[in-house]
């Protein structure tokens, strides 16, 4: 057992855990943050993403001991605190969810791709997306999602940058 103390949401967390548990389950077991969910263990579905530093990780395969000091975790309970982010906006707007078991590594996803690039083209949606699985095939509609908070945070800020038009594979 080690002590680690991590910046999860903006809170400060102390945990007690072995080294090389998996970020997921201190996350769910340990700080009580159930929003990320366990899909296959193996970091193939993306059930379980979650930010470090901005940038999206697989939390079931990130032992707790990568996470340097310092360093912040986001969760989808950390992206907004009444679901008023524009991506889960647009999420809600477009639909997407059926089972919904995917969808917080979806969003979480999301989120990342457009905050470094607030312009997708399918192509980027395609690269920044593809490792996330959803079962329900909701392809279409995240990809709309995805379009439609890109271009009301343009419009929001005042960018005229035209979105591009959406095609689907």
């Known amino acids: ?46 059930a379980c993403t979650v930010h470090l530093d901005g940038n999206p990780i697989r939390s079931c ?25 524009p991506v889960q906006l647009a999420w809600i707007e477009e639909q997407v969810p059926q089972c919904g078991y995917c969808q917080s590594g979806q969003i979480m996803s999301a989120v990342a791709l457009l905050k470094s690039n607030p312009n997708p083209t399918d192509d980027d949606i395609d690269a920044a997306m593809s490792g996330n699985i959803c079962r329900c095939g909701t392809y279409p509609r995240i990809r709309k999602a995805i379009k439609r908070a890109a271009k009301q945070a343009q419009d929001k800020s005042g960018q005229t940058t035209p979105v591009q038009k959406t095609s689907y594979k």
Do not use: Y
């Open 61 to 85: 395969s990130t032992p707790i001991s990568v996470v340097q000091s310092g360093q912040k975790i986001t969760t989808i309970e950390g992206i907004s605190t009444n679901t008023d982010h």
């Open 1 to 46: 057992m080690a002590s680690f103390t991590l910046s999860i949401n903006n809170q400060s967390h102390t945990v007690d855990v072995d080294p090389q548990m998996p970020l997921l389950w201190v996350i769910r077991d340990f700080v009580g943050l159930t929003g990320t969910k366990f899909g296959c263990g193996m970091a193939l579905c993306g």
